[in-house]
């Protein structure tokens, strides 16, 4: 729970927003530590507020918990991400492009299928989209730019409905969402649900939205949830897979595959999943987009804060607002460093520590949990890496240059050094032991 104070800057912040847009109807929920520590409700449907149990559309986010169902394909060796598409789902004038393509939006497919605006009328089945698809589908080379594709994940819930034999909706909830809790997360709504509205620009009237199941492009946005059950999803893409995915796997989908083209990146995509930075926070999430409804969560796994919204209305909720509610979280409740404690380490990692050199380069190495190691850089210039011990003695680079190289440990009969993937660092400026490539002038500094 929040303190008093900072649940009246949020309830300030979350209803001046449903005035302000004019929003039907608006939940909005933050979480933190793996708990629901605050919801608020402005607006009605029907005749009363939304509560914590009424049901909402969310559209794209549907697209990040396919995309956790394809991951557990992957990680179960079932396909690689690498894979063509026509591997899986042969047919398509698409099957050249990569299952990692297609979840980060790569693969150049176009935006929207052939036909009517496919958000606002009946789907047709797989068969017939992939009928309607031709070599206009693809509108940019494979892997060049990023390219939202509604297309490019109606695709994909076909892979994983053909993999496991059932439904790719019956698939996500039995394999992600029933272990989430997340029961009142369907593919059509449920009682009771949010009505869909466009707001009219000039005039405070409603327009009721049509409503369909989109069939084939289903997996691109057809998920009703409740703002109870998307707190929990909020949780998941804050944490490390929650016994759904590997750590490493959820850590995976968060890493951008692509970001926005700028002297720095502010939003970007992984493998399913949004990403955003926002005043020193990387967020991971989704917004969602339907005729009448919009919606977006975003997590920090950095310190397990997350914030979502719901709203019954096409259009008018600001991007602002979920950022503004992570700061009145920051500035009034600013988290508080984990406790440091000691922890006992091997003799041998600790003889590890301390400074190294590459060459004249100055780097100090430190132990981390679990027999990891991070070699950084002392001074404002160098690479960083953090590395995993390994079954056979070595370290495996887990983020920066370094990332997937081998750190190997040399114990010859005049000492140690280190050789990561043939970068030479001793105890010394270039000195010995160590087989330094090229030799060291017999001359010596001077």
Request: proline residues 9%; glycine residues 12%.
């Amino acid at each position: 729970m929040v303190l008093e104070s900072t649940a009246r800057a949020l309830a300030l912040r979350v209803a001046t927003e449903q005035a302000t847009a004019r929003v039907p109807a608006l939940a909005v929920a933050l979480v933190r530590g793996g708990e629901l520590i605050w919801s608020g409700y402005r607006g009605r449907v029907g005749e009363a507020p939304p509560t914590a149990s009424t049901q909402f559309r969310i559209g794209s986010i549907t697209k990040s918990m396919v995309a956790v169902a394809v991951m557990r394909l992957r990680d179960e060796g079932l396909l690689d991400l690498l894979d063509p598409l026509d591997k899986h789902l042969p047919g398509t004038p698409a099957g050249e492009v990569t299952i990692a393509q297609l979840l980060s939006h790569t693969a150049g497919l176009t935006a929207e299928p052939p036909g009517e605006w496919w958000e606002r009328t009946p789907g047709v089945p797989m068969a017939d989209l992939v009928a309607m698809l031709d070599p206009m589908t693809s509108r940019h080379r494979p892997g060049r730019r990023f390219h939202y594709s509604n297309v490019g994940f109606g695709l994909l819930g076909e892979v994983v409905a053909r993999k496991r034999g059932r439904g790719w909706a019956q698939v996500v909830q039995e394999e992600v969402l029933a272990p989430l809790g997340m029961r009142d997360t369907t593919e059509r709504p449920r009682a009771p649900h949010a009505d869909g509205y466009a707001v009219h620009p000039w005039a405070d009237v409603l327009l009721p939205e049509p409503e369909h199941d989109a069939v084939a492009l289903a997996p691109a946005g057809q998920f009703w949830c409740t703002p109870a059950d998307l707190a929990r999803w909020t949780i998941f893409v804050a944490g490390d897979g929650a016994g759904i995915l590997r750590p490493a796997t959820m850590a995976e989908m968060r890493e951008p595959a692509t970001v926005e083209d700028g002297p720095a990146w502010t939003s970007g995509y992984g493998l399913g999943i949004q990403l955003r930075r926002h005043n020193g926070r990387r967020l991971a999430g989704h917004g969602g987009s339907m005729p009448g409804f919009l919606s977006t969560v975003w997590a920090d796994p950095a310190d397990g804060v997350g914030v979502l919204f719901m709203a019954n209305t096409t259009t008018g909720v600001r991007g602002t607002l979920t950022g503004d509610l992570l700061d009145i979280l920051d500035e009034h409740e600013p988290p508080l460093p984990a406790e440091w404690r000691p922890s006992p380490i091997d003799e041998d990692l600790l003889a590890l520590t301390g400074p190294w050199y590459w060459g004249p380069a100055a780097y100090v190495m430190r132990a981390l949990p679990g027999r990891g190691l991070a070699l950084t850089p002392i001074g404002e210039t160098g690479r960083a890496s953090r590395f995993a011990a390994l079954a056979d003695g070595t370290w495996l680079g887990l983020d920066g240059y370094y990332a997937g190289e081998t750190l190997r440990v040399v114990r010859t009969g005049e000492g140690v050094h280190l050789d990561l993937n043939t970068f030479v660092f001793t105890r010394e400026p270039y000195g010995p032991p160590g087989p330094v490539p090229g030799g060291v002038d017999p001359g010596g500094w001077r």
